[in-house]
């Protein structure tokens, strides 16, 4: 077990933190909006990414372009989905070629692994945090159709409890799983009830081996 500060190669080089457990499962944690002080080292990040560590999954967490040492500048979504899947790259090569792949995001973090999950060949499910409802369209999330485990916050403005409701309802997922929290957007003193969710919902890699 040991953490690597990483370089990602793709359209522009990203810096990440490789957090090494089993080669059985990675999951790759994207941060919150990159022009309001979102980056790798976020609370809800660390929380997600201490959640699945503890399920003894291989976590990457990464800064989007132009965050921290990462080059380039803020690309709109579309560009950081080019670094989620670049990202996807490299974690796939720190791993079993039959390893078990998540997503996961924080906020705008959510927002882009909804919209590179149907880019993806393989994906076994999405860890989802304050998805931002209120400022982004959700149609490709209300259309995924694999494993999903959702977070929400009781007080949030940014991604609303009632739209996070209205969505999970109807989301034709084969799994999926809710929590919704008694706090903000931001989930200041409530981060181990994120962690602990993952714990209490997440299979464990031992599980997903005896069901294949």
Known sequence: MSIKRVVIDGACKLEGALNEHSKRGGVLICHPHPLYGGDMHNNVVHAIEEGFIRKDFTTLRFNFRGVGSSEGSYG????EVEDLMSAVVFLKGQIDSDASILLAGY??????????????????????VSYPFAFYESDTLKNYEGTIFM??????????????????????A?????????????????EGEITDFIKEVVPSLEKRDRST
Not at 76 to 79: D, R, S, V
Not at 151 to 172: A, E, R
Request: proline fraction near 6%; include cysteine.
């Open 76 to 79: 709109e979504g579309k560009g």
């Open 151 to 172: 977070v929400g916050g009781k007080y949030d403005d940014i991604g609303p409890v009632s739209q996070l409701m209205d969505v999970y309802k109807t989301m034709p």
């Open 174 to 190: 084969i799994q999926k799983s809710l929590k919704i929290i008694p706090t903000d957007h931001f989930y200041g003193g409530k």
């Open 107 to 128: 906020s705008f973090g959510a927002w882009i692994c909804s919209m590179a999950a149907p880019k993806m060949e393989r994906l076994n499910g999405l860890f989802l």
